[in-house]
């Protein structure tokens, strides 16, 4: 679909490796020339290149199943997660020297060709290039293209995602958080280069730049995660002064969301926590919403599952399988839940960013050195509660919810994390005047 203002256009590249860089890439295809591009399986792309990102996805996808291997899965992810090694925050001091990571990568892009055939298309128009995957980025930087955007989709990143002398990078980098821009600066990205955007959340979620529908959704949410008025007693001034009038009873039942990853990891933790609400479901107290995205093999899973336990999934019995057969098809599907979700429960992916729209997040178990800088935000700004047993969620989700903590997470998401991510990254290509 080519892009809605003909005075906004760019390339938009993203990655299909899990659904982190194509969610980021999904709310700028109104920007998007011609098509939201994905550089490692477009038409464009060669066959050497396609075969290169080939075995590094189903790396990554093996090695995040692998995990939950005692002992041997642990140590084959360990190492592998060593390669994703990010030094810790404290003290504000990084070696900004080229890693072998970082070698390697220039020596794909500039000796094997890798994204080379991607940028050799995108020179046909004379146009931003919009990346939410930094190897994209990096081939554009290094093969001579001048506007150069990386949209950072983790709250810290890797040495890797800068080329090899940062302080002449051609890349603008659009952070999701003030630690993502402290992160590049200690890289030696320079300043000038680093503009702080927040994550580019989906514009259906938002209803604009004044944030009509968010609003609206927040006003619903709160009821339901407040039922005791434990915030409310003490915010409702507060609270009506960003929102509105609110309703005293929501227009849903409570209703959970838990998402598996792309690489299908912990989906049995979602059976797990069916299992133990089970009773709270079919009093209607509860509604629980399994997110398999375009995983067939965890939509059967879920559905087998439900089934030996007797619960239907056509949505009316309070557990929907959210399940499409493409992501632009998922992430459409899964936007619409939205609206009605109260809390998502979630490894700290991409997805730590969505409780900007007041929605309190389960943090499962993170994938990943970048997941756990994400679970430390969660924290710090307080939106996050890291999970207890899912055995027990029946007992320790409600405990939390009469407290009215939720409802107090889901106004510190709305406050705290930034959701005009996406129009933000918007002015920060085009400018003012919406020109490039």
């Known amino acids: 679909m080519p892009a809605t203002d003909p005075s906004k256009r760019a390339w938009v590249v993203s990655v299909d490796m899990g659904y982190g860089h194509q969610r980021a890439a999904y709310p700028l295809n109104e920007i998007a020339n011609e098509r939201i591009i994905t550089a490692n399986n477009d ?170 529908v968010l609003k609206q959704d927040l006003g619903q949410r709160l009821p339901n995660l407040d039922p005791n008025r434990k915030f409310l007693s003490k915010y409702e001034e507060t609270v009506r002064k960003h929102l509105g009038a609110l309703p005293t009873r929501s227009n849903h039942p409570l209703t959970l969301t838990y998402m598996v990853g792309g690489a299908g990891a912990q989906s049995e933790i979602g059976i797990t926590l069916v299992r133990s609400l089970l009773a709270k479901i079919q009093q209607g107290k509860i509604w629980v919403n399994l997110v398999a995205g375009t995983r067939l093999d965890v939509a059967s899973y879920f559905n087998r599952e439900l089934e030996a336990l007797g619960v239907k999934t056509d949505g009316k019995s309070g557990v929907k399988v959210i399940y499409a057969l493409d992501k632009r098809a998922y992430f459409a599907a899964f936007n619409q839940e939205l609206h009605e979700t109260d809390i998502i429960w979630t490894k700290p992916s991409e997805m730590s960013f969505y409780t900007a729209l007041g929605i309190p997040i389960i943090i499962a178990p993170p994938v990943g050195a970048h997941e756990k800088f994400n679970q430390q935000w969660l924290s710090h700004i307080g939106s996050g509660f890291v999970q207890e047993d899912p055995k027990y969620a029946d007992q320790w989700l409600f405990y939390v919810l009469e407290t009215g903590k939720y409802a107090e997470a889901a106004w510190d998401g709305f406050m705290e994390a930034p959701s005009l991510g996406t129009y933000s990254i918007e002015d920060a290509v085009f400018g003012s005047t919406g020109n490039a």
């Open 43 to 212: 038409q464009m792309v060669s066959d050497r290149e396609r075969a290169i990102w080939h075995w590094t996805r189903l790396g990554y996808e093996a090695v995040s199943r692998l995990k939950g291997i005692p002992f041997l899965g642990r140590l084959i992810f360990g190492f592998y997660d060593s390669l994703q090694y990010i030094a810790p925050f404290y003290p504000f001091k990084v070696d900004a020297r080229p890693t072998p990571t970082v070698r390697r990568l220039k020596k794909l892009i500039t000796r094997w060709g890798l994204c080379g055939s991607l940028v050799d298309y995108v020179k046909r128009e004379n146009l931003p290039l919009v990346a939410t995957h930094f190897i994209p980025a990096l081939a554009a930087d290094y093969l001579g293209l001048e506007r150069v955007y990386c949209v950072v989709t983790d709250t810290d990143i890797n040495r890797a995602w800068a080329i090899d002398r940062p302080q002449n990078t051609r890349i603008t980098y659009l952070a999701p958080s003030r630690h993502a821009t402290m992160r590049l600066r200690q890289y030696g990205v320079p300043e000038s280069r680093i503009v702080f955007t927040g994550f580019p959340l989906p514009r259906e979620n938002l209803g604009g730049p004044k944030q009509a």
